[in-house]
């Protein structure tokens, strides 16, 4: 199994996992005389199997993305480390020009002024450079991920 195909049964399983969690709570407490839709017993049984099952894989996908390297020397894990740094100093900069940005209204002209207090052109440039990095890194991983052999 390819690491891509493992990271994509793990979103699998997450999404089984939280199907069973409401299917539990939804038979859980009947009307006296009444019997639930689906043994919430049974139910209960097949979450813990699956639970057991994606830790496994997710053992595995954490040692083939300790071991796995990209073309530069990175780790995968690393490098998955340094995409989400990239992703959330973006965010953050978009976060403070989308701010920068909005508009002070004065009602008359005696009323203060409010001015910007950072380079919005350079701040821009910077959130170009950074998703620039997101992007090719993303890339590089994605590729990895499609052509690594996820070890046992």
Known sequence: MKLAEALLLR???????????????????VQE????????????EESMEL??????????IDRANGT??????ETLSQALA?????????GLLADIAEAASQRDYRLTHSELRMQTTL??????KEMDRLSKAYR??????QGVN???ELPD
């Open 51 to 60: 639970h057991r099952t994606m830790c496994a894989l997710v053992q595995r």
């Open 68 to 73: 796995i390297c990209l073309p530069g020397g």
């Open 146 to 148: 499609w052509t690594t």
């Open 136 to 141: 090719e890194l993303d890339v590089a991983i």
């Open 119 to 124: 380079d919005l052109g350079a701040l821009q």
């Open 11 to 29: 979103a699998e399983y997450r999404d089984k996992l939280d199907n069973l969690h409401q299917r539990i709570l939804a038979n859980l407490k």
């Open 33 to 44: 005389g009444d019997a639930p839709h689906e043994d919430p017993k049974a139910l209960l």
């Open 82 to 90: 340094r995409r989400d740094m990239l992703r959330k100093q973006r």
